[in-house]
């Protein structure tokens, strides 16, 4: 299945999606295909005339471009989520602090889409870290391609 993981850089949920046989969705591959698409001519212009119009799926006219960029990148992401894991109160070094306004209307748009979903706090202490992982590990697990909507996990 494919996971989304938020905060959407975030390397150490993506390991753990990938470790336990699913496709982790992250902005690294979004980004990637931006840069080495042959389409594009010239990094860091990398922006195609499909990028504003899939911007606008998600995002009105009137929202500043900047957020309109960001969701052109975090659309694939929530269209093909089978499933995803929230991380909250995530320090800046664990993912994205990128734009405010882009990561709530994400994270809007992965709750509103009616897969299994696992949301967590981050952890603090050793044991809440244990216990973060073993519940991220049962979640991955459960997961199969019968999952059922709207299916919610939250701690």
Same mark, same amino acid.
Do not use: W
């Given at each position: ?7 959407? %850089? ?9 470790? /336990?046989?699913?496709? +982790? ?14 389409? !594009?001519?010239?990094?860091? &212009? %990398? ?19 900047? #957020?309109?960029?960001? =969701?052109?990148? &975090?659309? +694939?992401? !929530? ?5 995803? #894991?929230? =991380?909250?109160?995530? +320090?800046?070094? &664990?993912?994205? !602090?990128?734009?405010?306004?882009? %990561? ?8 509103? /889409?009616?897969?299994? #979903?696992?949301?967590?706090?981050? +952890?603090? @202490?050793?044991?809440? @870290?244990?216990?973060?992982? %073993?519940?991220?590990?049962? &979640?991955?697990?459960?997961? @199969?391609?019968?999952? /059922? ?7």
């Amino acid at each position: 299945m494919k996971v989304a993981v938020f905060p959407p %850089n975030s390397l150490i949920l993506a390991d753990m999606v990938e470790r /336990k046989g699913h496709e +982790p969705l992250v902005i690294q591959k979004e980004i990637r295909q931006k840069v080495t698409d042959p389409e !594009i001519d010239s990094p860091p &212009f %990398n922006i195609t005339e499909e990028d504003p119009i899939k911007g606008l799926k998600y995002a009105a006219i009137e929202v500043p471009s900047g #957020i309109r960029g960001r =969701m052109a990148i &975090f659309g +694939p992401i !929530i269209d093909e989520a089978d499933a995803i #894991i929230i =991380m909250e109160d995530a +320090p800046y070094g &664990f993912g994205c !602090i990128g734009c405010a306004r882009t %990561n709530e209307l994400t994270m809007y748009f992965l709750r509103k /889409k009616g897969v299994p #979903i696992l949301e967590l706090h981050y +952890p603090e @202490t050793r044991e809440e @870290t244990m216990e973060m992982v %073993n519940k991220i590990n049962t &979640f991955l697990d459960s997961l @199969t391609e019968s999952s /059922k909507p709207n299916e919610e996990q939250r701690e």
